[in-house]
């Protein structure tokens, strides 16, 4: 029901010409009515939903599954009508392809106990079954780790977390309150989502805990250890992130993200001088060549000089692959490829071309639409504008979970106000109102924020966005 929203408020949003000035603003409720009671009676969003996660699975960039992936979206966005059905390579990928095919990890003294864990993407493979004590790294600066040289070869080493694990009486999915909104409507400073402002960054901190990773991980490298061992925060699940690889480089030493109670468990035994061992089994497979794919469709525009505008909309394919990326981002792009069905089913002619974009290697740094940037708005290394500049008219992101639209961030953009503010009038009954002068950040809308194009994304209820 949020999600059927949450696509209502984005589709009449989409046939909205962007830089009419607000006076001559059009709001053609008729359209508004057609949309709201086809999705009322038509909706896809659970199908979308099921097939995006159960059954396309993680969609880790470069890996099997994502390229598995966008070919079944491309053949589901052909299915819909849609045209100029495309896999778009826009950028190589600089990390390669990267699949894990096997994940055993267990605790094997002083008893046995199998942990659900998830390897590091971009990480090696263990030597087969490897079976070894365990050992907790206790280092606070790079000249602590003397104190463990040509004591770790072949052992299992545990990585220092303080995270600990804080019991919360109050609900983990939670929704924007009205002081809230208020509040963002009014204040204006940078950072959008609440739990994602950074807060007095302190980057001497930063810096140190850096160069002390980096000596670290140089210093394991040459003592021939198994397989290291992170905590995932203080997350019930094991996180999945991916290591600093430039594909070429030799393969990263097998590492794994324990949940914190696998973690802690070990840790308290090592503590007490409990000797702890474990098995490790990792098969991971590295391939070569892998370009950022953007999977995109449309619907041509109609009038004959505006036709070559466009309008368009986006949120990444790519996900992490230790689940099914179903808030981040399976949500979003549910929500872009049903609001474009619903336009086509409805039999739209906008005059202007509607394009989605499903983007690539999002998570590895914006590559997705980096590259449709670079391909075709600007030249990265001349900064020469490309046709597609000019033809630009607007961008809608979304990648902040399965929330419903509350409202929009202007970016910094105070001329745009009215125009959003006409056009979500009509959408009040469904608590998306709120138009805030603020900035979001870390996601796809930035490449084209940073070339001062109009690129927006929406204010989201939290949800459990951000909560493992
Ligand atoms: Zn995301």
């Given at each position: 029901m949020k999600k059927m929203k949450t696509g209502m408020?984005?589709?009449?949003?989409?046939?909205?010409?962007?830089?009419?000035?607000?006076?001559?603003?059009?709001?053609?409720?008729?359209?508004?009515?057609?949309?709201?009671?086809?999705?009322?009676?038509n909706s896809q969003i659970e199908e979308l939903s099921f097939w995006m996660t159960d059954y396309l699975g993680p969609r880790l960039t470069g890996s099997q599954n994502k390229a598995r992936t966008n070919n079944i979206v491309k053949s589901k966005l052909e299915e819909m009508g849609?045209?100029?059905?495309?896999?778009?390579?826009?950028?190589?990928?600089?990390?390669?392809?990267?699949?894990?095919?096997?994940?055993?990890?267990?605790?094997?003294?002083?008893?046995?106990?199998?942990?659900?864990?998830?390897?590091?993407?971009?990480?090696?493979?263990?030597?087969?079954?490897?079976?070894?004590?365990?050992?907790?790294?206790?280092?606070?600066?790079?000249?602590?780790?003397?104190?463990?040289?040509?004591?770790?070869?072949?052992?299992?080493?545990?990585m220092p977390s303080s995270a600990t694990y804080t019991v919360r009486f109050e609900a983990i999915a939670s929704r924007l309150t009205e002081e809230e909104l208020e509040a963002l409507e009014k204040d204006n400073i940078s950072g959008g989502r609440r739990?994602?402002?950074?807060?007095?960054?302190?980057?001497?901190?930063?810096?140190?805990?850096?160069?002390?990773?980096?000596?670290?991980?140089?210093?394991?490298?040459?003592?021939?250890?198994?397989?290291?061992?992170?905590?995932?925060?203080?997350?019930?699940?094991?996180?999945?992130?991916?290591?600093?690889?430039?594909?070429?480089?030799?393969?990263?030493?097998?590492e794994i993200n324990l949940p914190i109670e696998a973690y802690g468990r070990m840790a308290r035994m090592i503590q007490h001088e409990v000797p702890v061992e474990m098995e490790i089994e990792i098969k991971n497979r590295f391939s070569k060549g892998d370009q950022v794919n953007n999977v995109m469709a449309e619907i041509p525009g109609s009038d004959p000089n505006l036709k070559d505008e466009v309008v368009l909309l986006g949120?990444?394919?790519?996900?992490?692959?230790?689940?099914?990326?179903?808030?981040?981002?399976?949500?979003?792009?549910?929500?872009?490829?049903?609001?474009?069905?619903?336009?086509?089913?409805?039999?739209v002619q906008p005059r202007r071309t509607i394009r989605v974009a499903l983007w690539d290697?999002?998570?590895?740094?914006?590559?997705?639409?980096?590259?449709?940037?670079?391909?075709?708005?600007?030249?990265?290394?001349?900064?020469?504008?490309?046709?597609?500049?000019?033809?630009?008219?607007?961008?809608?992101?979304?990648?902040?979970?399965?929330g419903r639209y509350r409202g929009i961030?202007?970016?910094?953009?105070?001329?745009?106000?009215?125009?959003?503010?006409?056009?979500?009038?009509?959408?009040?009954?469904?608590?998306?109102?709120?138009?805030?002068?603020?900035n979001t950040g870390g996601t796809d809308h930035q490449s084209f924020d940073a070339l001062g194009l109009p690129a927006f994304q929406f204010i989201q209820d939290e949800i459990e966005y951000g909560r493992g």
């Open positions: 408020a984005l589709i009449a949003l989409l046939l909205m010409p962007l830089f009419l000035a607000a006076q001559t603003e059009k709001v053609d409720l008729d359209m508004f009515y057609k949309i709201k009671q086809f999705e009322k009676s849609l045209s100029n059905v495309v896999i778009d390579p826009v950028r190589p990928f600089d990390r390669g392809g990267w699949d894990n095919e096997k994940t055993y990890v267990a605790m094997t003294a002083p008893y046995y106990c199998a942990f659900t864990a998830t390897p590091k993407a971009w990480t090696g493979s263990t030597k087969g079954l490897v079976k070894g004590e365990v050992i907790m790294l206790t280092v606070q600066n790079p000249d602590d780790l003397n104190q463990y040289k040509g004591k770790l070869k072949g052992k299992i080493v545990m739990r994602g402002s950074p807060v007095n960054f302190d980057f001497e901190a930063y810096q140190k805990a850096r160069q002390m990773m980096q000596a670290q991980a140089e210093f394991l490298k040459n003592e021939g250890i198994a397989a290291i061992i992170n905590q995932s925060g203080e997350f019930n699940v094991p996180r999945s992130n991916g290591a600093n690889y430039r594909a070429g480089d030799k393969e990263p030493i097998p949120a990444h394919l790519d996900s992490w692959h230790g689940g099914t990326g179903a808030a981040d981002n399976a949500s979003g792009c549910i929500v872009m490829m049903e609001a474009i069905r619903i336009l086509k089913e409805l039999g290697g999002e998570e590895q740094g914006l590559h997705g639409s980096r590259g449709y940037v670079e391909k075709y708005l600007r030249d990265p290394q001349s900064y020469d504008l490309k046709p597609g500049f000019e033809k630009f008219n607007v961008y809608f992101n979304m990648d902040n979970g399965t961030y202007l970016q910094g953009n105070e001329m745009i106000r009215p125009v959003f503010e006409t056009w979500m009038a009509p959408l009040d009954n469904l608590d998306c109102s709120t138009v805030t002068i603020r």
